[in-house]
């Protein structure tokens, strides 16, 4: 039986007495904070002490701007939009060295962890909108495939077991004009390190409408489904189309849609529960509890079986209300998934 294993999105909520224009400020100063790192390393600490098998650094930066700031710098290109791998750094990734050698230490072994790089097209819709020159979304594949390698060669005391291409226009943006083979040949592009070294290669999709794409593309192997929040998800993807492609699925069995969660309880209570935060709670005591989590696991498995090979949150958890919560969902999916391995 292929194993399911607990991977999560990346984002995680910021502690109460941080705000995001501090955290920016020092993302943008570029350079290693002693403050930031100790930020980083506690959040990152919280994801692995919920049960996280394969946990994603803390992300906390705009998904885009996180490369596209790297990106646009010409001293950190070879040719435009080009990046030269030293440049190519994850700082997130860095900071959670010395977790990882402490958790080394700790069990003597080595702690598996999902990179997570925002894909080609993404970063070409951002930068160039509707216009169409597939020689840059190209280039943009290997840009990102540059950061991936850069952080392949500079682990140390952990594995990078998963690589994660983030996507979420694909199937929902009108602006994609590119045709599939042009798409196919960007993202292939964006991981061929990634499965060149052994990596379970991922991409995260908000909608699985053209999910195809990746059964089609050679290094793609991870199809992520947001389906705990929308299980009709699953009913569009189909098992021969994985089976035939050798393509497995990441599902979602714990809902993160936070604002559509607490307006639930609005309704309930009749009032603002951002405000009114004595009712958060509920959503992690008696909305995703580890039983419910456990049933939409089994309802995926009663599909796809062996073609699952992780699972966790649909997707970042970075607006939730506090790290204490969003750590606690973390914990309900791991004693969820548990409690479903047991049972099969």
């Known amino acids: 039986m292929t194993e399911i294993i607990f991977d999560d999105i990346g984002s995680f909520p910021l502690p109460d007495d941080v705000s995001k224009d501090w955290i920016m400020n020092k993302f943008a100063e570029g350079k290693d904070d002693d403050e930031l790192s100790a930020l980083l390393?506690?959040?990152?600490?919280?994801?692995?002490?919920?049960?996280?098998?394969?946990?994603?650094?803390?992300?906390?930066?705009?998904?885009?701007?996180?490369?596209?700031s790297v990106i646009r710098d010409p001293e950190n290109c070879d040719d435009p939009f080009k990046v030269k791998q030293d440049a190519a750094r994850i700082m997130e990734l860095e900071s959670i060295e010395p977790v990882a050698k402490a958790y080394m230490e700790e069990t003597g072994d080595k702690l598996d962890i999902r990179v997570c790089?925002?894909?080609?097209?993404?970063?070409?819709?951002?930068?160039?909108?509707?216009?169409e020159y597939v020689d840059i979304l190209n280039i943009f594949g290997e840009s990102m495939d540059n950061f991936v390698k850069n952080s392949l060669s500079?682990?140390?005391?952990?594995?990078?077991?998963?690589?994660?291409?983030?996507?979420?226009?694909?199937?929902?943006n009108p602006q994609v004009m590119f045709d599939d083979d042009q798409l196919i040949t960007a993202m292939d592009k964006a991981c061929h390190s990634a499965k060149k070294n052994g990596c379970d290669v991922e991409i995260h999709l908000h909608s699985p409408l053209h999910y195809t794409l990746a059964t089609q593309?050679?290094?793609?192997?991870?199809?992520?489904?947001?389906s705990a929040a929308t299980p009709s998800y699953l009913e569009l993807i189909d098992r021969k189309v994985l089976e035939d492609s050798d393509s497995f699925l990441r599902?979602?069995?714990?809902r993160t849609d936070i604002f559509n969660l607490v307006a639930t309880l609005n309704e309930k209570y009749n009032t603002n529960v951002w405000k009114e935060t004595q009712h958060f709670p509920e959503i992690i005591n008696e909305m995703e509890t580890p039983a419910v989590i456990s049933k939409r696991l089994a309802n995926a498995y009663s599909m796809f079986d062996e073609r699952i090979k992780y699972a966790g949150p649909d997707c970042g958890i970075g607006s939730w209300p506090s790290q204490e919560?969003?750590?606690?969902?973390?914990?309900?999916?791991?004693?969820?998934?548990?409690?479903?391995?047991?049972?099969?």
Request: proline share 4%; charged share 20%.
């Open 117 to 131: 790089v925002t894909g080609p097209l993404e970063l070409y819709l951002k930068e160039f909108g509707g216009t």
């Open 217 to 226: 593309a050679e290094n793609i192997s991870v199809i992520g489904v947001e």
């Open 154 to 172: 500079n682990a140390k005391n952990f594995n990078i077991r998963t690589v994660s291409i983030d996507e979420p226009s694909i199937g929902i």
């Open 325 to 344: 919560i969003a750590a606690q969902l973390l914990r309900n999916t791991a004693e969820g998934i548990a409690d479903f391995k047991k049972g099969i």
């Open 251 to 254: 599902v979602g069995v714990a």
């Open 41 to 68: 390393k506690n959040a990152f600490r919280m994801k692995i002490d919920a049960g996280v098998q394969v946990p994603t650094y803390p992300q906390y930066q705009d998904m885009n701007e996180q490369f596209l």
